[in-house]
């Protein structure tokens, strides 16, 4: 099983925050290939800057995006795409939108579930059965706010979702646990994101400490699955 990734997350309250390139200059020797931010709290000419920073680093490059509709995921693949983004994370699957995402070569992996609030919502059977929908598309993978989940057990869902597809799982929102962390590497996930629990110092002090904590923990031979 290839080990699940951590994508570092320039993000707070689901906004990049203000001082976003100075932390990424500061820590990106820390052990992450994966960063990204969202398209919410910085302007297009900051995001590029940022993005071509990230690469110059060698990082791959993720948006999160928390578009609901269709002309919102459009607006996100523009985006991404405009500013030289590997992945877009979220918005949601449209025919149009996923065909736009294919000819701007931008790897798409959208939410599933009805989103309200940065909540998510529905039964653990019709997320599982969207994401397989979805997944027979050209889409890259799914991703899903399980930690945000409001009907039912993130680890039941996540479980769930991993068993219904055979693209790779990425979790987004309200990571920032050990439990959490542990749970996503022995369930199999591909990736997680971290924000906020960076900036609210859950794993240590600085950012650079904090990711390392993070990718020590996911390269031990055997990190106990815990519960959340």
């Not at 052990?31 to 791959?60: H, N, R, S």
């Not at 599982?128 to 890259?140: D, F, K, L, P």
């Not at 987004?172 to 590497?185: K, M, N, P, W, Y």
């Not at 900036?199 to 904590?213: A, R």
Request: net charge negative; with cysteine; glycine share 8%.
């Amino acid at each position: 099983m290839a080990q699940t990734q951590l994508i570092v997350m320039l993000t707070w309250h689901d906004v990049t925050v203000q001082n976003a390139k100075e932390i990424f200059l500061e820590a990106r020797d820390a052990p992450a290939k994966y960063w990204g931010f969202k398209d919410v709290g910085i302007d297009p000419e900051q995001m590029k800057d940022l993005v071509a920073c990230m690469k110059d680093a060698g990082k791959t490059t993720f948006m999160e995006c928390l578009a609901t509709d269709e002309a919102g995921t459009e607006r996100g693949i523009r985006i991404a795409a405009d500013c030289g983004f590997d992945y877009l994370l979220g918005a949601h699957y449209y025919e149009a939108t996923n065909r736009l995402a294919a000819e701007k070569k931008l790897r798409h992996m959208p939410f599933v579930g009805t989103r309200r609030n940065h909540n998510l919502y529905g039964t653990i059977e019709e997320i599982a059965s969207e994401a397989a929908q979805v997944c027979r598309s050209t889409v890259t993978g799914i991703n899903i706010s399980a930690y945000r989940y409001q009907d039912g057990d993130p680890r039941e869902l996540i479980c769930s979702v991993l068993a219904a597809i055979d693209k790779p799982l990425s979790v987004a929102g309200s990571v920032s646990t050990l439990e959490q962390i542990d749970f996503l590497r022995s369930a199999g996930a591909w990736a997680f994101t971290i924000g906020g629990a960076f900036f609210e110092k859950k794993f240590g002090e600085t950012f650079s400490e904090q990711i390392e904590f993070v990718d020590r923990r996911l390269r031990e031979p055997s990190a106990a699955g815990g519960e959340d």
